[in-house]
């Protein structure tokens, strides 16, 4: 690659990655809300885990209908729109005062909103100008930046709810969202210069590709495993800080809990799209999904002291969502980048189904047994399960150049 390919290429991981920073550090501090809408309203926090848990059915259903229409007309309209409903939804978000209006504002305008300016369209665009053995870390490196959202926007967001109340905090939030609006005009300038392609990923037809896709049994076994992953990430982010406080700890652990699992996962997320260069992607996923295993374990065990919640925020972050460059990685190796946002979008959309039940299952056992113990009983078999799963997929051999 010349020089100014190679200036054309970061400007569009880091735009990527920032991007990446306010859709996800909104979207992830929404648990951090919970509390404050249960107890100023006459909304319940199982209507409130509905709300989050359809948030995150619907992040995922949007993707791969966002990374279609990417993949075809580009992503500047996909991001701007993604822009304008999560705005939307949170503005509106502390007007309302029912289960179906919260499902409305959070649980589909900001959830739809943040799925048009996430991974799927965003490692989508950058991945078509990039050679295969450089996609791995590109992932990674822009996976990174929607962790360091949640270090950034999770303890900032709690800081704003404890100085002027959970509204401003809301207006806030709402407002940052439309920064993404002139970094989606820089990626889409950047995206149109030079795009790497291969002459098999011309012909075939988007439908044809899908057919392709959903016959092979590594793309199905990558879907089983991530769905695990959703419901690993949505239980925590939506219940990790109603957990803190069934511990006896402030709201300041919560924010700090979620920020740290932000900011070990921006080393997570290096280091796997780092480990992609070198090894095949599906035993980084086997490890990844083994080791929460016995993270969950050795949490259960513990005291649950503060020092316990940071300890386990940043062991579990670190491999919080560093299952995207990995499985990004997996499915351009088995179909190539034309219609990567779609097929990657598809993965996601299996991500997210986990994340309802994690996100809505965590509310209904806690409504009905007072605590977690069997979400985390959950977690544990899941996480095994999702180690073994990913086992058999048939990925090529990394040929190093």
Request: glycine letters at 10%; hydrophobic letters at 50%; proline letters at 3%.
């Amino acid at each position: 690659m010349t020089d100014q390919q190679n200036k054309t290429v970061w400007l569009l991981i880091i735009t990527s990655s920032l991007i990446l920073a306010i859709t996800m550090g909104v979207r992830q501090s929404l648990g951090l809300f919970v509390a404050p809408i249960n107890s100023s309203t006459t909304i319940d926090i199982v209507s409130i885990s509905l709300a989050l848990a359809i948030g995150q059915l619907i992040w995922g259903a949007v993707q791969p209908i966002f990374g279609a229409v990417a993949d075809k007309k580009g992503s500047f309209g996909v991001l701007v729109f993604g822009a304008l409903l999560m705005f939307f939804g949170l503005v509106l978000t502390p007007f309302i005062s029912s289960e179906f209006s919260l499902i409305l504002t959070l649980g589909l305008l900001v959830a739809a909103g943040a799925g048009a300016g996430s991974f799927s369209i965003l490692i989508g665009a950058t991945a078509k100008n990039l050679p295969n053995e450089k996609r791995s870390f590109a992932g990674g490196f822009i996976n990174a930046g929607g962790s360091f959202g949640q270090f950034v926007f999770a303890p900032l967001a709690q800081a704003i709810i404890n100085g002027f109340g959970w509204i401003y905090s809301m207006l806030a939030l709402a407002f940052s969202t439309l920064l993404t609006i002139p970094l989606a005009r820089i990626l889409t300038n950047q995206e149109k210069k030079e795009q790497v392609k291969t002459v098999q990923e011309d012909d075939i037809k988007l439908k044809n590709q899908l057919i392709i896709a959903l016959k092979d049994k590594s793309y199905i076994y990558l879907h089983l495993g991530f769905f695990t992953c959703g419901f690993h990430v949505a239980f925590l982010v939506t219940h990790l800080p109603y957990e803190v406080a069934l511990c006896g700890h402030s709201a300041n652990v919560s924010a700090y809990s979620l920020a740290l699992i932000g900011l070990f996962n921006i080393f997570g997320s290096l280091y796997a799209g780092y480990l992609g260069t070198k090894y095949r992607m599906k035993y980084i996923l086997v490890w990844i999904y083994m080791s929460r295993a016995l993270m969950i374990i050795i949490y259960l065990l513990s005291p649950k002291t503060e020092l316990t919640f940071y300890i386990f925020s940043i062991a579990i972050g670190f491999t919080w969502l560093a299952t995207v460059p990995p499985t990004a990685g997996i499915v351009g190796k088995l179909f190539g980048t034309k219609y990567l946002a779609t097929l990657f979008g598809l993965t996601l959309l299996s991500h997210q189904i986990g994340g309802f039940f994690g996100a809505y299952l965590g509310g209904l056992f806690v409504n009905n047994y007072g605590d977690f113990t069997f979400m985390w009983y959950l977690d544990i078999i899941l996480a095994i399960f999702a180690g073994i799963i990913n086992i058999p997929i048939k990925e090529k051999k990394l040929v190093k150049v």
